[in-house]
């Protein structure tokens, strides 16, 4: 299974400035995919990232927002821009394995909360 | 929009007990649903995946089963632990769109 490297694992960051979290993936795959967790509450789908094409962002998320790179096929950064308190959430990425089936795999995510 | 709902939203149980934790979808068409553990503030741990054509699987204390029919997977955990105490999530997957229940948040007390 693969393994996936978040950073950083939590930080308090001041409204108004920006996060970029890193998330590094043991293997070459394909896609990646960014989730928003808020508290209380299941995951969402904020975009998935290609290499070597601009993200795909669900309803609800844009770009100037969540900006995100993707520069190879085992890496992937997301930015929250100009953050708030309501953009306190975990944030996951995710990669997917054919095997016996698509499967799901996560990393250890990242705890933000906006003062 | 597809409907994952997660029944109870919380459980408490003494170590020891076997316990079952409920997963409900509204299509039944799905290709796939994969149950996950979730420590709190952390990532998810993957547990189990069942594919559309299978009716269970087991991992050690763990086994899901699916219903297609009737839109519902259980996870059972036997002789449960303090270290099970966790989140547990299902996800129902339909082509390329994955959807999360809010998850059963499970204390197993010493």
């Not at chain 1, 100009?82 to 799901?104: H, R």
């Not at chain 2, 087991?58 to 449960?80: E, Q, V």
């Amino acid at each position: 299974s693969a393994v996936i490297s978040q950073k950083p694992s939590r930080d308090i960051c001041q409204r108004g400035t920006s996060l970029t979290i890193q998330c590094q993936v043991d293997s070459q795959v394909t896609m990646m995919f960014w989730y928003r967790q808020q508290p209380g509450q299941s995951l969402t789908l904020i975009a998935t990232a290609n290499q070597g094409s601009e993200a795909t962002y669900e309803s609800g998320f844009v770009i100037d927002k969540f900006p995100i790179s993707r520069p190879n096929l085992t890496f992937s950064t997301l930015t929250v821009s100009n953050m708030s308190p309501e953009d306190s959430s975990i944030y996951l990425c995710s990669v997917e394995e054919t095997g016996q089936g698509t499967e799901a795999f996560f990393g250890q995510g990242t705890r933000l909360t906006v003062v | 929009k597809q409907e994952v709902t997660q029944i109870p939203a919380a459980l408490s149980v003494p170590e020891g007990e076997n316990l079952v934790l409920n997963c409900s979808f509204t299509d039944s068409a799905i290709y796939n649903l994969q149950w996950f553990r979730q420590d709190p503030g952390k990532g998810l741990t993957s547990l189990l995946l069942i594919q559309s054509s299978q009716r269970e699987q087991t991992s050690g204390r763990l086994n899901a089963s699916l219903d297609k029919s009737s839109g519902r997977s259980t996870l059972y955990i036997a002789a449960s632990q303090p270290g099970d105490s966790a989140t547990y999530l299902c996800a129902v997957r339909y082509g390329n769109q994955f959807y999360f229940g809010t998850g059963t948040s499970l204390t197993v007390i010493p």
